[in-house]
């Protein structure tokens, strides 16, 4: 038996980082990867010098580890997993703990929890963000699994994790089997949304008031020094900063074609399957699907037109007005993920605490930003807090700001430049503050042409009436309400 602390399987960048940044706090790390030359590579490289072990064999990396072993995985999600798990439990004994640190899909590690504990081992599904540079100088961690597992990883986790202003460290037991893995999923999906609304701002800045990319650079830089004090605010600030050899900006030359990983997808789907209305944040993730069709885009541009309009208004009134959009339309995106993960920790019986989730994601993380403070502080005032827009302090941001909002999605229709992550989070606070809404027609309507029946405001919730609309109907209705 060896005295390394932990392993790590799985030695491309963000796996290399994360062992460098628990070298320096102290730790022995015992390292494997599926190439033997990286491993070698690695040792030879940024390695050198320290403690840090190598391996070239899964036996010999688990030979390696003081007990309980602790073997954490830096390895593609999906079947690749799945493979290094089958592999590891015969050499494991019980007690010893498999830590999955990619991105999986909260619903694999469900599994992968129950299948690792029917062993006798411990699992731990856990997300890290942060990117390389996070993971190398303190990511945000968020695990979730074996809860007994959890001592034994603490002290590495929450030494290698970013640390707020106080000290306190960007990382918390999040709850059980694929809790951790999930809200790092809404962490994904709540970034979809904040970068979203940061290239719509772009997008009126410069092609509705025609601002250039100094002055762009310039409200930026201004916008991160408030309330919108974020890691993607201060990025987008250096970004346009950039210039090109030819010194045009480096950013207009970058095909307008957006990528994504999927956990942006998986947020938008679990909010369908769980009845949430995620609307912000799956707008973001269509938006990227349609910056996709480039080439579609580029034939319709030469047939489909606009409006002929052209902004004549005040430049810093509307830029001000921008800014305040923004926080707005912020502050229901993160309003609906915390929905989702209210609904996901009913269905599976998480014990979240949503304060400490926004503290993990205060440093180290993309989405990092002064705004989570106040989160934090929003759950600490009413732990049962249903909805962030009724807490005291966002009631009154987003109420002060939605004049603002409200001209600037109308101008933007006006102009007829896109922005369905803003407006959409405009059409949701609007759904979300009426009393009521359409829906009885939509009843209606249903019970019209399906005999699904409807529920009255004048009988108790639970009794179901239907009407013969037409005379000719009859009385017999479905069995499917909720169809």
Same mark, same amino acid.
């Given at each position: 038996? +060896?005295?390394?602390?932990?392993?790590?399987?799985?030695?491309?960048?963000?796996?290399?980082?994360?062992?460098?940044?628990?070298?320096?706090?102290?730790?022995?790390?015992?390292?494997?990867?599926?190439?033997?030359?990286?491993?070698?590579?690695?040792?030879?490289?940024?390695?050198?010098?320290?403690?840090?072990?190598?391996?070239?064999?899964?036996?010999?990396?688990?030979?390696?580890?003081?007990?309980?072993?602790?073997?954490?995985?830096?390895?593609?999600?999906?079947?690749?997993?799945?493979?290094? /798990?089958?592999?590891?439990?015969?050499?494991?004994?019980?007690?010893?703990?498999?830590?999955?640190?990619? $991105?999986?899909?909260?619903?694999?590690?469900?599994?992968?929890?129950?299948?690792?504990?029917?062993?006798?081992?411990?699992?731990?599904?856990?997300?890290?963000?942060?990117?390389?540079? +996070?993971?190398?100088?303190?990511?945000?961690?968020?695990?979730? +699994?074996?809860?007994?597992?959890?001592?034994?990883?603490?002290?590495?986790?929450?030494?290698?994790?970013?640390?707020?202003?106080?000290?306190?460290?960007?990382?918390?037991?999040?709850?059980?089997?694929?809790?951790?893995?999930?809200?790092?999923?809404?962490?994904?999906?709540?970034?979809?949304?904040?970068?979203?609304?940061?290239?719509?701002?772009?997008?009126?800045?410069?092609?509705?008031?025609?601002?250039?990319?100094?002055?762009?650079?310039?409200?930026?830089?201004?916008?991160?020094?408030?309330?919108?004090?974020?890691?993607?605010?201060?990025?987008?600030?250096?970004?346009?900063?950039?210039?090109?050899?030819?010194?045009?900006?480096?950013?207009?030359?970058?095909?307008?074609?957006?990528?994504?990983?999927?956990?942006?997808?998986?947020?938008?789907?679990?909010?369908?399957?769980?009845?949430?209305?995620?609307?912000?944040?799956?707008?973001?993730?269509? %938006?990227?699907?349609?910056?996709?069709?480039?080439?579609?885009?580029?034939?319709? %541009?030469?047939?489909?037109?606009?409006?002929?309009?052209?902004?004549?208004?005040?430049?810093?009134?509307?830029?001000?007005?921008?800014?305040? %959009?923004?926080?707005?339309?912020? /502050?229901?995106?993160?309003?609906?993920?915390?929905?989702?993960?209210? !609904? =996901?920790?009913?269905?599976?019986?998480?014990?979240?605490?949503?304060?400490?989730? !926004?503290?993990?994601?205060?440093?180290?993380?993309?989405?990092?930003?002064?705004?989570?403070?106040?989160?934090?502080? %929003?759950?600490?005032?009413?732990?049962?807090?249903?909805?962030?827009?009724?807490?005291?302090?966002?009631?009154?941001?987003?109420?002060? =700001?939605?004049?603002?909002?409200?001209?600037?999605?109308?101008?933007?229709?006006?102009?007829?430049?896109?922005?369905?992550?803003?407006?959409?989070?405009?059409?949701?606070?609007?759904?979300?503050?009426?009393?009521?809404?359409?829906? $009885?027609?939509?009843? =209606?309507?249903?019970?019209?042409?399906?005999?699904?029946?409807?529920?009255?405001?004048?009988?108790?919730?639970?009794?179901?009436?239907?009407?013969?609309?037409?005379?000719?109907?009859?009385?017999?209705?479905?069995?499917?309400?909720?169809?």
């Amino acid at each position: 038996m +060896g005295n390394a602390d932990i392993g790590l399987i799985g030695l491309a960048v963000m796996g290399q980082n994360l062992v460098l940044n628990m070298d320096d706090h102290g730790f022995r790390v015992a390292v494997f990867n599926r190439t033997l030359t990286t491993v070698d590579e690695f040792l030879e490289g940024s390695a050198k010098g320290t403690k840090i072990v190598g391996a070239h064999s899964l036996e010999e990396l688990v030979d390696a580890l003081a007990k309980p072993r602790r073997v954490m995985l830096l390895v593609k999600a999906g079947r690749p997993v799945d493979e290094f /798990i089958d592999r590891l439990i015969p050499l494991l004994e019980a007690g010893d703990i498999i830590i999955d640190g990619g $991105n999986s899909n909260y619903h694999d590690t469900i599994r992968r929890t129950k299948r690792v504990e029917a062993e006798g081992l411990l699992y731990i599904g856990t997300g890290v963000s942060g990117g390389e540079e +996070g993971a190398r100088l303190g990511p945000s961690i968020m695990p979730g +699994g074996s809860l007994v597992a959890w001592p034994h990883v603490k002290p590495i986790f929450q030494a290698i994790a970013a640390k707020v202003e106080d000290g306190s460290p960007c990382c918390e037991w999040v709850g059980e089997n694929g809790a951790g893995h999930f809200v790092k999923m809404v962490h994904n999906g709540i970034e979809y949304g904040d970068m979203q609304l940061i290239c719509e701002s772009y997008q009126l800045m410069k092609e509705g008031l025609g601002l250039d990319h100094d002055r762009m650079h310039d409200i930026f830089a201004q916008w991160n020094q408030g309330e919108l004090d974020s890691y993607l605010i201060e990025i987008t600030r250096d970004i346009l900063a950039v210039r090109d050899d030819d010194g045009e900006p480096v950013v207009e030359k970058i095909l307008d074609t957006a990528g994504q990983k999927g956990t942006g997808k998986w947020t938008a789907r679990s909010a369908l399957d769980m009845g949430i209305p995620l609307t912000l944040i799956a707008e973001a993730v269509l %938006a990227r699907f349609l910056s996709a069709l480039k080439e579609e885009r580029v034939a319709a %541009a030469k047939v489909l037109r606009g409006p002929d309009v052209s902004f004549n208004g005040d430049v810093d009134a509307f830029v001000e007005d921008l800014r305040q %959009a923004l926080y707005a339309a912020k /502050i229901v995106s993160y309003a609906q993920g915390y929905m989702l993960m209210r !609904a =996901a920790a009913g269905t599976y019986g998480w014990r979240l605490n949503n304060g400490g989730i !926004a503290l993990m994601w205060r440093g180290g993380c993309i989405i990092r930003s002064a705004f989570l403070g106040k989160i934090k502080e %929003a759950f600490d005032r009413d732990p049962e807090l249903s909805n962030l827009l009724l807490d005291p302090y966002f009631k009154e941001q987003i109420e002060a =700001a939605q004049s603002a909002w409200r001209r600037v999605v109308a101008k933007a229709v006006e102009l007829g430049i896109p922005v369905p992550a803003m407006s959409s989070g405009l059409a949701f606070f609007d759904g979300y503050r009426h009393e009521r809404l359409p829906a $009885n027609l939509l009843q =209606a309507q249903r019970d019209y042409f399906g005999a699904h029946t409807y529920e009255r405001v004048d009988r108790k919730r639970g009794e179901f009436f239907h009407t013969d609309w037409t005379g000719h109907g009859g009385d017999v209705t479905a069995r499917t309400y909720d169809a």
